[in-house]
């Protein structure tokens, strides 16, 4: 059964109009001004009782006038980039962050991060990193190398052209199978067989 919702009363945190409401549940819920808590993303809080949705309010609308500055590292294909990480995004959750380059993002709970690695730290792994770049390029040429010479070998699936009607040719090895099992069956039906007898009947009649 869906939850009713009875606008109880409007009170102002921090500034902002917020309406609180009490839920069929007996659970109470603080929204923005004239938002309701049947959209998710509107509700700032929900508790058992009003103190605690008020309470809840205060800090969330609280935090949302917070920006911190966590310096971290994070690893990309290999290299070590640099960010501050700077608050938490309000309806998503996610970290909110920047990187040394200016691009800004967000990060899921449970992206790898590191902590703020020096210069010093972070060298001997960047020359690491540089060579599996460069190995992993030459491994990705010699692989597209071998697939070329492989793929004329491979059985293909493709549209023929057959009797004026295009039909469709299964290149794989268990149709190849399959059309060679057909092929045999029709040989063996092909040859002239005269059943052979092995016992008549002696015209007996069974009563059920």
């Known amino acids: 059964m869906a939850t009713k919702f009875m606008l109880m009363k409007q009170i102002e945190v921090r500034g902002q109009k917020v309406d609180v409401h009490v839920g069929s549940s007996g ?5 923005p001004e004239g938002k309701t808590p049947g959209d998710w993303d509107a509700r700032l809080a929900e ?4 103190e605690e949705v008020l309470e809840q309010t205060k800090k969330k609308l609280a935090a949302r006038r917070v920006e911190v500055k966590i310096e971290f590292s994070q690893v990309f294909d290999y290299s070590i980039r640099d960010g501050v990480a700077k608050g938490i995004h309000q309806k998503d959750h996610d970290t909110l962050v920047r990187y040394a380059d200016g691009v800004t993002g967000q990060l899921r709970s449970y992206t790898e991060t590191l902590r703020r690695m020096t210069e010093a730290e972070k060298a001997p792994l960047e020359a690491l990193g540089e060579t599996i770049r460069a190995k992993r390029d030459e491994l990705n040429a010699l692989i597209k190398q071998y697939d070329g010479l492989l793929a004329p070998y491979k059985p293909k ?3 023929r052209l057959v009797a004026g009607k295009r039909e469709h040719f299964d290149g794989s090895l268990q149709a190849e199978v399959r059309r060679a099992i057909e092929a045999k069956v029709a040989e063996r039906l092909a040859e002239t067989e005269v059943p052979r007898v092995l016992a008549n009947g002696e015209g007996v009649v069974e009563e059920a």
């Open 27 to 31: 659970y109470f819920f603080a929204t």
């Open 47 to 50: 508790a058992k009782t009003y």
């Open 157 to 159: 699936s493709e549209w």
